[in-house]
């Protein structure tokens, strides 16, 4: 029996849906450009079965991927779960067996293995696209591949035995000008351990450069930037141990004395050449860009100035309160003598830690970045919103990094949006040319909608209507026809 009364959330937008769906033709408002050609991916947090603790993090729940696939004016849509060890163990013994985030030694005796933490990833954060593949990925675990076609899961990678640590991060980086990944994995080999993995990918996939170094206390390493030169790890104010973990809580608590860490390291570095610049308590959850010019290294990020999780209590009890993000720049010079660096505010208008450049411009200058936030003139109705109440992000933003001008796109007031995707339009090279795709949570007739903008204006070009909520997203990717090898559709739909 499945019971998820007394969990959280039981309702609204991020509530688990438990179906897999297939819909060919989707309904359209508007018209679907025919030169948008590729697939839309996204992943999903989506509990099959109720967590074993009421209090533990949505973080845990199952990963859950879906795709629109585009061609020539029409989307199909498809929904599948990410069939990890761990769901499918616990379809299985149709009950859930995992504890809290990230801590096994909360799990059943029947699949507990605190030496192999990775082994309880539920690849549930982003979609990546890399030498023709489809990841899903978990900074707990290692990337699961997925068929882009089917969304089959096809089973976890270690690279063909390359990638030295159990976990991969969800945010590696793409150097739109070499064709590399460059990732991290962080707890490298083993829960709470202070080593970190970072190695480089070629455009084919093979692993030509690593480094391990240690970082300076044990923290959530969720994104990271990478410069033409440089790669920026950010971390600090969550911690773990391994003590507090044997002791049944969850992975993180959140420490205020502790400094916030900000690593910097020479793309080709080796361990001794990793810098740390240290300033006051932040989380940088998410990254923007960012760019080596001189001897200096600058980036821009959404941060706040305290514990952005719920889940994960203040180790000295203060209580939880939400904090807005704010977008900005951080300069780090490579040539003072102390640990120090400048930080400054970019736009006072609060945002929320999901934004996205176009991704041509990752390690490069650039100059937009696109938000997800509550427009201030335009709130979402807070009648509707639950737990955020007018705080819910319902409006999409260009924000000029250069001029600190906004251009505003407000999806309704009684609809949620989810994080913003940038899409290139064919033959053009030009940044902010092309469309942005993000789900809008229709909260008046209680399903989903894709809405597609002319990033340029802003401005709505057609919605793709689904008959059902989706769950709630973490973080999506475009896939071009040149990304990935798509079968065509009508041929997939008709065969299947
Ligand atoms: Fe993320």
Redo the contacts with the bound molecule.
């Keep these: 029996m499945v019971d998820f009364s007394g969990q959280r959330p039981t309702t609204g937008f991020h509530a688990p849906t438990r179906f897999e769906a297939d819909i060919y033709d989707c309904e359209v408002v508007g018209q679907i450009p025919t030169d948008l050609n590729g697939g839309f991916f996204r992943l999903h947090l989506d509990a099959f079965y109720p967590s074993k603790y009421a209090d533990d993090a949505i973080l845990a729940y199952d990963g859950y991927v879906t795709s629109f696939r585009f061609s020539k004016g029409v989307v199909d849509y498809k929904g599948r779960y990410v069939r990890t060890q761990r769901f499918m163990k616990q379809l299985e013994a149709r009950k859930q067996l995992y504890g809290y985030y990230r801590n096994p030694y909360t799990d059943d005796p029947s699949v507990s293995d605190p030496a192999n933490p990775h082994l309880r990833t539920t690849a549930n ?2 979609p990546v696209v890399h030498h023709g593949k489809l990841f899903a990925t978990k900074e707990d675990g290692l990337p699961h591949v997925m068929d882009h076609n089917t969304l089959k899961t096809v089973g976890p990678t270690d690279f063909g035995g390359t990638w030295n640590s159990q976990t991969f991060t ?2 590696p980086k793409i150097d739109p000008v070499s064709g590399e990944m460059v990732a991290i994995g962080y707890e490298a080999s083993g829960l709470a351990s202070k080593d970190v993995l970072m190695g480089t990918f070629d455009k084919t996939g093979k692993l030509t450069q690593e480094v391990r170094f240690d970082v300076p206390y044990v923290s959530m390493l ?2 990271m930037c990478v410069t033409q030169k440089h790669v920026v790890i950010p971390g600090g104010g969550a911690i773990a141990d391994i003590e507090t973990l044997k002791a049944g809580k969850s992975h993180w608590g959140w420490d205020a004395s502790l400094p916030s860490y900000y690593g910097i390291i020479p793309r080709d570095g080796e361990a001794k050449d990793m810098r740390w610049f240290k300033g006051p308590e932040r989380a940088l ?2 990254t923007v860009n960012a760019v080596t010019e001189g001897d200096k290294v600058i980036m821009e990020a959404p941060v706040v100035e305290g514990n952005p999780w719920p889940w994960f209590h203040d180790i000295h009890g203060a209580p939880f309160k939400p904090l807005d993000y704010t977008i900005r720049r951080f300069t780090f010079d490579l040539n003072s003598k102390d640990d120090g660096y400048t930080e400054e505010i970019l736009f006072k208008t609060p945002v929320t830690s999901f934004t996205r450049i176009d991704d041509r411009f990752m390690t490069l200058p650039y100059r937009y970045t696109y938000v997800q936030y509550s427009d201030p003139e335009r709130p979402f109705d807070a009648a509707l919103a639950g737990p955020f109440g007018g705080r819910t992000a319902n409006s999409y933003g260009r924000f000029d990094i250069r001029t600190g001008e906004t251009l505003s796109y407000c999806a309704g007031q009684s609809h949620a949006v989810q994080e913003p995707t940038f899409v290139p339009r064919p033959g053009s090279s030009e940044e902010g040319d092309g469309w942005i795709l993000g789900i809008a949570h229709n909260h008046v007739e209680r399903r989903s909608e894709l809405i597609i903008l002319d990033a340029q204006r802003m401005e709505e070009v057609a919605r793709v209507v689904l008959p059902f909520r989706c769950s709630g997203q ?2 999506g990717v475009w896939a071009g026809e040149g990304d990935l090898a798509f079968d065509d559709p009508t041929q997939l739909a008709l065969a299947n």
Excluded: K
């Design positions: 954060t982003t969800a945010h969720h994104d959850v998410h973490v973080h």
